[in-house]
C-alpha cells in the first residue's frame, strides 16, 4: 500500500505542477539593456572648456536595432534622454518567437532636439552605429551594455567633407570642366 500511495502522490504532484507551469505562472521575458549617455559638445570653447565642457542634452533620441543571422531587421527600439543625457534602452531577447543575439544589435545616434547642437558626430561611433560586444553589467537578471558617452556639435564645428569624389562612391562628373589637352 505504500507503494501505491506515493505513485498517486507523484501523478498528483505531476497534474498540478502542469498546471501551474501551464496556466497560473507567467515567465517575466528575459531583456537585455542598452544605456549610455548623449552630451553637446562646443568646440568653440577654450581647449579645457571643450574637453571637460561637454553638456549634456535632454530629449535627444537614440536607437538600438538588431538584426538576425541574415541581416534582416527583427527587432528596433528607441529612448530619449533625460536631464541627465542619461538613456536606457529595454530590449527583450525573444521577438515574435526569434532569438535576439546581442551581439548583432547596435546602437546610433537617431536626433536631437538642440536648435544649437544637432550635428551628430562620429566619436564614440554614435553617428555611424556602434555593435554591441560585451555586457559591461551582468548580475542575477540584469544584463547591461553601457556605450558612449556619444556627442552632437554645432553646425560650426563640424568639419566639412573634404574626400573626393571616388571616396564617397559618387560618379566623378567633370564635364563642366575645360580639357587641357
Known sequence: MGANTLLMI??????LVGSVAGHGIVETPK??????KVLCQDCDQGWNE???GAKPIKGCKVSVTC????????????????????????????????????QNCFLR???SPDPVCNVATNFAGGKSGVKLHRPN?????????VLGPFYYTTPMCDEPDT???????V??????KKRNY
Request: negative net charge.
Open 109 to 111: 545616434l537617431v536626433s
Open 31 to 36: 531583456v537585455f539593456h542598452v544605456a549610455g
Open 171 to 176: 560618379p566623378y562628373d567633370d564635364s563642366d
Open 67 to 102: 538584426l538576425d543571422d541574415r541581416n534582416r531587421v527583427v527587432h528596433y527600439a528607441s529612448d530619449l534622454t533625460d536631464e541627465a543625457g542619461d538613456f536606457d534602452i529595454t530590449c527583450n531577447e525573444i521577438v515574435n518567437k526569434k532569438i535576439i543575439k546581442p
Open 163 to 169: 574626400s573626393s569624389p571616388d571616396e564617397q562612391n
Open 50 to 52: 571643450w574637453v571637460n
Open 137 to 145: 553589467v551582468v548580475y542575477r537578471d540584469l544584463v547591461k551594455y
Open 10 to 15: 507523484a501523478a498528483i504532484s505531476l497534474v
